[in-house]
């Protein structure tokens, strides 16, 4: 009897992997392109900055909670990254001047980044605003200071070290990937192995018995939308980098992917079970299935149909599974 | 009117209930005995339509039945109040009484006149003293479970199955509800009542039916029967029931709250001026009815209310403040709370996950946790508090009340702490485990713990506390040490105020 219910819990765990495996096989036997080591590589450069967002949103979703306002984050750190490496800061009143080099045009981006992520936190945990509205606030904030920045137009061309970073190479794989790898690897440390990790687990869980317990639910919050943030400007300077330019309306509707790829990975939007994993798996499932269909020249409009299809038979294949337990 | 024969139900790995027969009589209450596990529940379940597999058959008026579904039973004839609150929080009274029945007029609207006249007629049967568009979330426990009687009234049904309906009520409530099953006795309704309380049982039952690891140990007429028989019959074998014996308490005084005091917006003090002590390894009772204001002591001497709350905490002498739970935690003092499945447990993590949570530095080896040293203390903790898992990582969800209660306990020992606050610490647990948890108490205050235990059934006070206070209305009325304290000037105590 245990043995077979410890069988349907790894099956369970298994479910996006072998989802990922028929698709895989399904693409190669319709498109000869599909299984080329190029192809390979585009897909996992593509799929970079979803995870980079979604690592973030997972932790968030984790605890219960939601960001929509990460693809505003990433236009406006990636924007402000651009700005600092173009313009500096320059404040002709005080004949002042600030150039900024490389690095420190990107930690200020993501510093930005974190404060954004902070701030939301903050707004959630003392003013008990839900999250869905806070974020939502900051989504319009964020893509409004971004307009505000750039005067509307893209801020593009810089020196081809920046440019590395979204488009370069690193011992054969594309620096981006190495970038998620980072990412992927810290977060699931962070959730299995550090009390902050079991806190956000606990928090998703049960809010009530977590505060009884002593532990600082405000300060978990907190810590979890400043790393969002943090990842969003993150995924913003790659974006900037790969396109070499950095785009006023870039990033629309990627929390949207985000948080399809942590449900299609298999966490609970209600909070306390899932994993970075998980979240792994569904980012690559999306980014196959979108490379797929392009390979196979289905429309653009198409595709995004069977996207939401997809997303929905994840939930429902997840809901049955929880109810039979 | 319902018999049952050779119900079977099997979950993937135990059987729950095993060639069940029993028989239920139209105009009588039917006590079903057993303790956590025995498959009261799962019975329940099975006969309002809940679960819908099952072997065996079902006669209810003489005819076979098969509910598909709650509906299905409720059409029949069967309703069932629930040992949980099932009522939506921001619908009034009436809009609650008559969810799923609600009268139409003429034009196919809501008939929102008549709906309010029937639930007054209702709350005023069951002795509810507030207006029916009240907003049940404004509601005190007690009312609330008031409503779900009310709601199983109005469907006017032949067999009316009540779990735990006592609960979270008062005495008084009690006795109203009493009546209202003492008349709906004399309508010919059959009553079937689950309860922990055999105090109860004997009031109001006629018959009995003794469940013991999913079998039916036993029917019979509750006049023949005796206390300490009818416990023999559900555990199996002879339980003592808990003496009252006293580790005499130290004189050092451990905790001492001065002039605790908890706001209201526009209404008198939750809580005024309360200030007592607590010595070293004594077990300080607190008793009140409902509304008292017990839990909120509680909750705030935890640091729970920080904004609306003033007075000073002393632990050892030494001035504390509190804050938050944390930095109760910290000074010493922690909190079993009264529903632990709300605030006590992550109920879907694993045993080991909960016992470590409170005290998570102690599994960490340079900042990172340790599985194994995780999994060694929590099989300390399994094993000196005697907590019934197959093994620390099951989920726990799967295990039976006492257990969980075990668990929160369990969770607090490792940081051991100064002053241990329990709110109800056994409500909804068997007479075994509560006798279990009775023992454990002792235990820690052997080692110079504290405790303030609230709880609403005043012969647990009565028999494990050194010394207790009575409360009424957010004020101390009493201070009464364990020798003087009877049944009598307790009660007193906790009813009279002004």
Redesign the interface.
Known sequence: ??NL?QYKNSLGKLQSLIALFILCIVFGLLSDKFFTVANGLNVMRQISVNICIAVGMTLIILTAGIDLSVGSILALCGAITAGLLKNGIAIASANLFIGFTILGAILAGILIGALLGFFNGFVITKFKVPPFVATLAMLTIARGLTMLYTNGFPISSFSSSFTFIGGGWWFGLPVPVWVAAVVVVAAI?VT????L??YI??IG??E?????????INRVKIIVYTIAGALAALGGIIVTARLDSAQPNAGASYELDAIAAVVIGGTSLSG??GSIWGTVLGALIIGVLNNGLVLLDVSPFWQQVVKGGVILLAVIIDKMNTKSE | MLTTENITKKF??VIALENVNLQIDAGKVTAIIGENGAGKSTLMKILSGVYTDYEGQIFFKDKPVHFSGTAAAQDAGIAIIHQELNLIPYLSITENIFLGSELLNAFGLLDKKRMQAKAEELLNTLCVTVHPSTLVADLKVGQQQMIEIAKALLLDADLIIMDEPTSAITEAEVETLFKVINQLRQQGKAIVYISHKLNELFKIADNYIVLRDGKTIESGAMQTMTHDELIRKMVGRDVKQMQKEFSNADSTELLRLDKICLRQKHKADKLHNISFTVNEGEIVGIFGLMGAGRTELLETT?G?HPAASSGSIFINGKNISIN???D???AGI??L?EDRK????????EVK?NI???C??AV?TM???NDKKEIVLAKKHIQQLGIKTPDEKQITKNLSGGNQQKIVLA?WLERNPKILLLDEPTRGIDVNAKNEMYKLMQELVGKGMGIIMVSSELTEVLTVSNRILVMAEGKITAEISATEATEDNVLKAAIAVN
């Open positions: 009897m245990m219910k440390i299995k192995k550090i009390k990790g079991r687990y606990a869980g049960n009530n018995a977590a505060k009884l317990s002593g532990i600082n306390g079970r | 993937p790995g935890f729970l938050k739970p944390a109760a935690v910290k922690v909190l709370p709300k605030d006590g447990l992550v109920l879907g993590m996950k470590s949570l409170p998570l530095e960490e900042g990172f946790l969770k």
